[in-house]
C-alpha cells in the first residue's frame, strides 16, 4: 500500500517554528492529534496551509492515521469521503478558501450520504491580519451554512478534544459533513506570525 | 471504437470491484452488464477520479475503477499528480474520450481533446508511468487486461466515437438513486472487509 512519506524531526520542527516566522502552540497541536485519535480518524487528506501545517506535520510524525496531500481542497475532500465509503474515518483538512471551492463536493456528499470530518483553518471570527484573506474569510462559514453543514468555531484551545470526539460522533450518527473551524489564536502562539 | 463495447468488456472484468462513473451515457451499459452494490452512478464531474483515489489508498487489497471521461478529467486534472505522488497498485482509471461534451443534447461542444490536448501525456507529465491511448477495441481490450492484472496505478486513454449515443440516450434508469448510493456502497465494502478479516 502506498504510504504517505516520512518527515524527519527537523522538517516538524521547522513547521512549529516555521520559516515564515509561525509559531504553533505545541498544546494545541498535541490535543488536535489526540482528538483525531480518540474519535477514531485513520485517514487524513490535506492541502497544506498556513494554519494547520503544523497539525499535518505532527500526524506525519507521529503516524496511526494515514496522510495523503492533495492538489486542491475540494479534490481532498472527494479522496476522504471516497475513503468513508471503503470503511476509513477520514478528515479533510484546509484553509477556508478551500470550502469556498468545494460546495458541490460537498453537497453530492450530503445527497449521497457519504460524509467527512472537515477541519477547517481561517475564517469569519476575529483576529484575521492579512487584508489577502479577505476572500478566504469571505466563503467558508457562508459555504457551510448554505449547505446547512453543521460547524463549530474553536475558541479555547481545551474544547479541541472534546468538540473533535462530538463532531465525528455527528458525522457517523447522522451522515453529514461536520466542520471545526481553527482560528489563529487557537493554534498559533499569540502575536507571532502576524 | 464503441464505447459500449468496451464498457461492457470492463464489466466482464470486474468482478464486484468498487467503481465510480463520471457523469454521462456511460453509467447505463455498465449497469445494464450487471450493477454491483461496490458502485457510484453518475459522479459530479471532477469528482471520479480523487474519490476513486481515496478507495484505492483506504483499501489496497482491492481494485478500484474510475470511469472518467474527457470532459469530466480535464475538469479536474491536478488529481493526476495526487495519484503519481501516492502510486496505488489498485487503481484503474479508464477515459472514454470522445472529443465531446456529448451529454450537453447536441454532442456538438468539443472537449480540448479535439484540438491537440494529449490526456495520456498530461498523465505522463504529472508522474504516472502506466499511461497509453489506444484506438481500436482489440487493443484497447488487451490494454484492459494489463490493466486488471499488472500492478498499477494505470490510466488508459480509449478513443472512442460518438455513434453510442443517439442507442443510449433514452428513458434509460439505473438501478440506484444517488440518495442511497453511499448506503449501499458503505454497508457493501463493511460487510466485504469484515469478511476478509474475520472469516
Known amino acids: 500500500m502506498s504510504q504517505a512519506p516520512k518527515v524527519n524531526s527537523s522538517s516538524v520542527e521547522a513547521a512549529k517554528t516555521g520559516k515564515a516566522g509561525v509559531r504553533y502552540r505545541q498544546e494545541a497541536l498535541d490535543a ?71 460546495g458541490l463536493i460537498l453537497a453530492r456528499g450530503i445527497v449521497q450520504k457519504t460524509p467527512t470530518l472537515l477541519m477547517i483553518g481561517h475564517n469569519s471570527t476575529f483576529g484575521e491580519r492579512y487584508d489577502y484573506h479577505g476572500a478566504t474569510r469571505l466563503v467558508a462559514e457562508p459555504v457551510l451554512r448554505a449547505l446547512d453543514i453543521p460547524y463549530h468555531v474553536l475558541f479555547d484551545p481545551a474544547d479541541i478534544r472534546k468538540v473533535i470526539v462530538e463532531a465525528q460522533a455527528t458525522i457517523e450518527g447522522q451522515r453529514i459533513p461536520v466542520g471545526i473551524l481553527v482560528p489563529s489564536h487557537v493554534i498559533r502562539e499569540s502575536g507571532e506570525g502576524r | 471504437m464503441n464505447r459500449t463495447d468496451l464498457l461492457q468488456y470492463i464489466s466482464t472484468l470486474r468482478n464486484g470491484d468498487p467503481m465510480i462513473i463520471s457523469p454521462g451515457l456511460a453509467n447505463y451499459p455498465i449497469a445494464q452488464a450487471k450493477d454491483e452494490p461496490l458502485t457510484i452512478y453518475n459522479m459530479d464531474m471532477p469528482y471520479t477520479t480523487p474519490m476513486a483515489l481515496g478507495m484505492a489508498l483506504g483499501w489496497p487489497e482491492r481494485k478500484v475503477i474510475a470511469i472518467e471521461g474527457d470532459g469530466s478529467l480535464l475538469a479536474g486534472p491536478g488529481v493526476l499528480s495526487t495519484v503519481a505522488r501516492y502510486r496505488p497498485k489498485n487503481l484503474l482509471i479508464f477515459v472514454c474520450d470522445n472529443g465531446a461534451y456529448l451529454t450537453t443534447g447536441s454532442g456538438k461542444a468539443p472537449t480540448a481533446t479535439v484540438f491537440g490536448t494529449d490526456i495520456e501525456q498530461l498523465a505522463r507529465a504529472a508522474g504516472m508511468e502506466n499511461c497509453l491511448t489506444v484506438s481500436e477495441l482489440n487493443a484497447a481490450k488487451q490494454a484492459v487486461d494489463v490493466a486488471f492484472t499488472e500492478p498499477g496505478p494505470w490510466l488508459l486513454v480509449a478513443k472512442v466515437d460518438k455513434q453510442d449515443w443517439p442507442l443510449e440516450r433514452g428513458a434509460h434508469t439505473l438501478p440506484m438513486y444517488v440518495y442511497e448510493a453511499g448506503l449501499i456502497f458503505h454497508r457493501a465494502a463493511l460487510q466485504a472487509r469484515s469478511v476478509k478479516e474475520n472469516p
Do not use: H, T, W
Open chain 1, 32 to 102: 488536535f492529534y489526540d482528538g483525531f485519535r480518540a474519535a477514531g480518524i485513520n485517514f487524513a487528506a490535506y492541502l497544506p496551509d498556513s494554519m494547520l501545517d503544523g497539525v499535518e506535520q505532527l500526524m506525519l510524525e507521529r503516524g496511526g492515521i494515514e496522510c495523503y496531500q492533495c492538489s486542491r481542497e475540494d479534490e481532498g475532500i472527494a479522496m476522504a469521503m471516497g475513503a468513508f465509503l471503503v470503511g476509513k474515518r477520514p478528515v479533510a483538512l484546509m484553509e477556508g478558501s478551500g470550502i469556498g471551492m468545494s
